[in-house]
Structure formats: structure tokens, C-alpha cells
């Protein structure tokens, strides 16, 4: 997961850096990504709506009906 904007991380030595769910309107993804879920795994889940999973393989986008998130798949490896 690439954020176009940069978003607010948080982390421990413990544990490893995690980004705030919903904390962007849009954010670039590869095919490692995929299946495509919001909230993507590696994000804070405690203040986030229910995982749903998003369609993105035919047109290259798609938009969370929960929050409102948009996606983009790129080509990028």
C-alpha cells in the first residue's frame, strides 16, 4: 500500500509501524495487495468499520461504500 498523502503513523520497537485506517481519501495499490479489503491489513483496526472487500481488478479503481476511500491499482512490482 503506497498513500498518496502521507498519513499518520504510529509504532513501538515492539511492534511494527501501523497507518490510521481511513486517514486518507486515496491510496495506491500493486497486485501484492490483492485480494483489496478496507481497512487494508497493517492498519489500526479498533476505530475502523467492518473489513469489506473491494472489486478492483477490472477498471483499476474502486471506492469503500463504508468510508469513502478511494483505490487505484498500479502496475508498479
Known amino acids: 500500500m503506497t498513500p498518496m498523502v502521507t498519513s ?3 509504532s513501538t520497537a515492539a511492534e511494527p509501524a501501523l497507518v490510521q485506517p481511513n486517514a486518507e ?3 495506491d495499490v500493486t497486485l501484492a495487495d490483492l485480494p483489496l479489503s478496507c481497512p487494508m491489513p497493517g ?3 479498533w476505530n475502523s468499520h467492518p473489513k469489506v472487500y473491494l472489486a478492483i481488478e477490472d477498471d483499476g479503481r474502486a471506492k469503500c461504500p463504508y468510508c469513502g476511500a478511494t483505490y487505484a491499482l498500479t502496475r508498479a512490482r
Open 8 to 10: 499518520k503513523v504510529t
Open 25 to 27: 481519501n486515496h491510496y
Open 43 to 45: 492498519m489500526h483496526l
